[in-house]
């Protein structure tokens, strides 16, 4: 083999080494992101899981506390229908 020869086939492997290597490099950089991306999320999600039970703890706490208040106001109503209706 001659100089040009070597200086060729050191050409065509570094070149085929690069061509190898690029894009394993972009998978990698890929794959990383993707996973810090699933890490937010999960983090995302487990806070507006966290949010969600104490918005629905709210809700049914407002909603037996005016079912408290109606059971009150209808008792008071019937009350005052009995008290009417034996003063008749």
């Not at 507006?48 to 104490?54: H, S």
Request: glycine content about 4%; charged content about 30%; overall charge negative.
């Amino acid at each position: 083999m001659n100089e040009w020869q070597v200086i060729a086939m050191l050409i065509t492997l570094i070149t085929g080494a690069a061509v190898i290597i690029r894009p394993i490099c972009n998978l990698t950089k890929a794959i990383t992101e993707l996973t810090l991306t699933c890490k937010n999320l999960d983090i995302q999600f487990a806070n507006f899981e966290t949010n969600n039970k104490d918005g629905h703890k709210r809700i049914w706490d407002h909603n037996e506390k005016q079912d408290e208040m109606l059971n009150d106001h209808e008792e008071r109503i019937s009350k005052m229908e009995g008290r009417s209706e034996s003063t008749k």
